[in-house]
């Protein structure tokens, strides 16, 4: 029983990582849109994709 | 591969090839505009493009002459176009309503290899829009938008592109508000799974106070963050006397955790923390399911959305474009086929023929000449003409229109407007019950006088409850969705289902404008005869000359000689050198030609003689859609109809019959008649329903209890209205109304299902036995009960209503 000490934090701990992670997936922007990305990935093949950022800033998914 | 045979199509748009055609690389072009962007794409290695899609293309109607985008780069518009700009780097947003498929999406995102200085490109299928990173120093705004026109993607540029302040991250919040919640009934949950199935029991009893204190410390943010719209919500409701439904979900909220954290903190039970968190969960869920909106739709669209951005103003006889906020009256404007009149002006030269369908709803459209008087809003259908404003923008005949107090008070948008008149009552007898119980206790034992009450507001929580509205509408709200009918918020169908009478607008929304509105009267005519026909009346810009040129079905023949247009008269013609005329009897009379006697009964006519021989007459006549009558005749059953049409009253008779005796018409009604109009009605205790589609109804729209607009394709402009809906679905009014009426008895339904939840839930409570794992069993049970019970008899409320049969449903884009 004393490894439920242990796992306790773990598994707390572990379940707050998933929770960080979500909450950056929802402020990246990446629930904005829910159709272009399924578009998107059926014209991978067709060349280059997207251009260089002119610059790193504006290198988000994060519409205004 | 099309053969020479049948008619090759354009491999660029797949446009039929006609007169125009090209062939070039060994495939076919509908027109040159289709071939530049074809070799475009394929000098800059974009041919792919088509490979993606089969002829993804759009026809360029017109090339971009460079300045006709110039008026972009004046500081006053570019710096509120610009979403960011810093001194090397601007990233914009346009709307281009011309994206439709997999190839578009690619191309736009591609467009850095058409030119040097475009950086990142993202688009937005939903919102149909792109929003491009580029160096101004290398690539100027107006070349964007010139190099997107260029290749067939117009920008939307409206007047209302100015206001830049675009709602974002509304459902950012709540999706982390459900995240977190979520989160936090998922970790409490397997603590609480322990304890409920005696965990103490084979180890030291060490564990039940350190699960129950992390379990606390996990439901902290459910309750301050993940519920803190309920206790504002709950907050105003007493602050305005109010007893909304938000009221017991906070009691209910706030006494299980006070029950928790006494039960914890002296070590007597484990809490309520599962089912707290869990009922946060599922009513956030609720939530979501209910503020579903549609991105590409804007149900709060004012002239500004229908206004162009942008005129061309004549400056000492040279034509620049200017924005149409630096516009003055005595400011001289010249204006082609198809533009918009900005502002109301006079005409100064060339020929005006004016539809003013959208503003005041008269079918016809009509010329004026030199001096008369332009409203804003008409759409000019002849050629080229100069007008002089008379007026500013703001102060227009039309938009004065909403300046209208009607568009100053915001609209009734609190959600749940049903059950908050159910929660009244509910309210009162829940707090009631719960002091009852505790004073049915208190002489015997004041803490399980405490207990009791705490468990009767706990039990008593209206989850199930609140969730029966949203689940039930908001299914239903998507279903209508599936069949375009696009309805605002769940709140509207309440507000369909409580509707008693229904007025129409007449132009556009019972009858069809354009196409499809034709005949032909007299002895049918010969192919070659047709063609004749349709190659002279291709040759005017007059609107009726277009709509037999549009609808008739004939290969264009011969060159037109000798063509001649007299304004108000007709128009005349040598086509493969038979003299070809079409236009007024009398007209035709003049020329020499033996015509009958016909009546102009419906609409006005265009009449055809070739070679000197009258052969029959074009009715312009506004038919009245298929199906409408049927629709209108079960309606009449139920509702009280009115018609209200801008247009003269030459088919009254025709729509009295359609409507039925009782209903009233009024014809020659403009934009502010008709908004009294809807106040009269409303004055006399109905609650109305508008159905219309020009910015003359705008006001009407706004408001009726119910403002349904109609349009001829999504995504095309309305004005601010309720419900949005395709033409095509006119026919479905009636289904529309049923279908509410039954998706609001479901949510009754679901109330019902849900209070006898918690009269056992009270039964338990009252007596002061409610245990947690009761709580923790019944909490879920009702709600997923009332949740599925919601979402599949709105299913079949739908079917009963004969949805399906009724609107047409659209091949999946």
Known sequence: MTAIYLMLPVSLLLALIFLIAYVWSVRSGQYDDTRTPALRILTDDAGEMRGEPVSKKHLSYKNP | MASEASPAVCVHCGAPCRGLAVRRHDRDFCCHGCLTVFELLQENGLGDFYRLSDRPGVQVRESAALDRFAFLDEPAVRDRLLDFSDARSARVTFHLPAIHCVACVWLLENLFKLREGIGRSLVNFEKREVTITFEPGKIPLSELA?????????????????????????????????????????????????????????????????????????????????????????????????????????????????????????????????????????????????????????????????????????????????????????????????????????????????????????????????????????????????????????????????????????????????????????????????????????????????????????????????????????????????????????????????????????????????????????????????????????????????????????PESAEVQEFAEETGSGIRGKVGGDPVLLGSIPWLRAAGVSCPETSTANGSMVHAAIQGRFRGSFVMSGAVRSGVQPMLTALSRSHELVLLSGDNDRERQLFQTLLGEGARLRFGQCPADKLAAISELQAAGHSVMMVGDGLNDAGALRQSDVGVAVVEEVGAFSPASDIILEARNVPA????????????????????????????????????????????ILMPLSSITVVTFACAAVGWAAHRAGLATVLNQEKPS
Request: proline residues 4%.
């Open chain 2, 146 to 554: 010139a190099l997107l026109t260029s290749i067939g993607y117009e920008p939307t540029l409206r007047l209302d592109s100015l206001d830049a302040a675009r709602p974002a991250g509304g459902s950012t919040t709540l999706y982390l508000r459900l995240g977190v919640a979520g989160f936090a009934f998922g970790n409490i949950m397997l603590f609480s799974i322990c304890l409920y199935s005696g965990m103490d029991r084979f180890s030291a009893p060490v564990f039940k106070p350190l699960f129950g204190w992390i379990s606390i410390f996990l439901a902290l943010p459910v309750m301050f963050y993940s519920a803190s719209n309920y206790w504002r919500a709950a907050w105003l409701a007493l602050r305005q006397r109010t007893l909304t439904i938000d009221l017991p979900i906070a009691l209910g909220l706030a006494a299980l955790f006070t029950q928790s954290l006494y039960e914890v903190g002296t070590g007597t039970g484990a809490g309520y923390l599962d089912s707290l968190t869990g009922l946060v969960f599922f009513l956030l869920i609720g939530r979501v399911f209910q503020e579903r909106t549609y991105q590409r739709l804007s149900f709060d669209r004012d002239y500004k959305s229908f206004f162009p951005l942008a005129v061309r103003r004549v400056e000492q006889g040279i034509e620049r474009t200017v924005p149409l906020s630096g516009l003055a009256v005595g400011d001289r404007l010249r204006l082609r086929h198809g533009e918009l009149i900005p502002a109301d002006s006079r005409v100064v030269g060339g020929g005006a023929v004016i539809d003013y369908s959208f503003v005041t709803g008269e079918s016809e459209p009509v010329e004026l000449g030199v001096g008369e008087v332009l409203y804003a809003g008409g759409r000019q259908m002849g050629g080229a003409m100069e007008i002089e404003i008379i007026k500013p923008v703001s102060q227009s005949y039309l938009t004065s229109l909403w300046s209208h107090e009607v568009f100053t008070k915001s609209r009734d948008n609190s959600l749940n407007a049903l059950l908050n008149r159910f929660s009244r009552g509910f309210t009162m007898a829940v707090v009631s019950l719960a002091f009852v119980a505790g004073a049915w206790w208190w002489s015997e034992d004041v803490s399980k006088a405490v207990r009791a009450f705490t468990s009767v507001l706990i039990v008593a929580c209206p989850c199930a409850l609140a969730l029966s509205a949203p689940f039930a509408l908001g299914t239903a709200q998507r279903l209508l969705g599936r069949f375009h009918v696009f309805v605002r918020n769940v709140n509207v169908l309440e507000r369909v289902a409580g509707v008693d009478a229904i007025v129409f607008d007449k132009t556009g929304t019972l009858t069809a404008s354009g196409e499809g509105a034709f005949g032909f009267i007299g002895e049918p005519l010969s192919g070659v005869e047709a063609g004749r026909i349709r190659s002279l009346a291709a040759r005017s810009m007059h609107p009726h000359a277009r709509t037999i040129a549009n609808s008739l079905v004939a």
């Open chain 2, 733 to 776: 009014i009636a289904a529309l109304v049923r279908f509410s009426r039954g998706a609001v008895s479901v949510v009754w339904a679901g109330i019902l299902l849900s209070l006898a939840y918690n009269v056992v839930g009270l039964t338990f409570a009252a007596t002061g036995r409610l245990s947690p794992i009761v709580c923790a």
